[in-house]
C-alpha cells in the first residue's frame, strides 16, 4: 500500500472511531503531536498506549467528531493530510476548524503525526 493509502485508512479509522484501527496504521513507538498544548509543538504523546489515549479522549470530548474534506499526500517518507476538523461537545459547544497533520513513515505505517489547526473559538449550539 502507498504511504498516500495508508493515510485514507488512518482518517477512515478516525472517522469511524476505530482505534485499532488507528493504532494498526501506527508503529508501536508512534509520536503523536496535538494541535494543542503547553509546549511549542503541543502536547506529545508517545507509544500506542499514549497515542490510543489521546485519541480516545478526542472522541469522548466530541462523541460525533469526523475530520472532513480529508486529502493526503506523501512522498520520499513525509507526508501531509488537510481536512476540517467538525464535532459537537455533550453541552452542545461545535468545532470546527481546518487543519493540516505532518508525517513521517517506517516499515510500511505512521511512525509521527504533527497536528496543526486553525485556532478558532468553539460555536455556541443555535
Known sequence: MSDAGLLQDLFDAFNRHDLQGVLACMTEDCVFEAAAGPEAYGARFVGH??????????????PDVRWANDAHFAADGLGV???????????????EADGVDLFTFRDGKVA???????????????
Not at 498506549?49 to 466530541?62: H, Q, R, S
Not at 481536512?83 to 452542545?92: C, E, K, S
Open 49 to 62: 498506549d499514549a497515542v490510543g489515549a489521546a485519541f480516545a479522549k478526542v472522541w469522548e470530548t466530541f
Open 112 to 126: 509521527t503525526k504533527k497536528a496543526f489547526r486553525k485556532d478558532r473559538p468553539l460555536i455556541k449550539p443555535v
Open 81 to 95: 493530510s488537510q481536512w476540517t476538523l467538525v464535532g459537537t461537545r455533550a453541552d452542545g459547544m461545535r468545532i
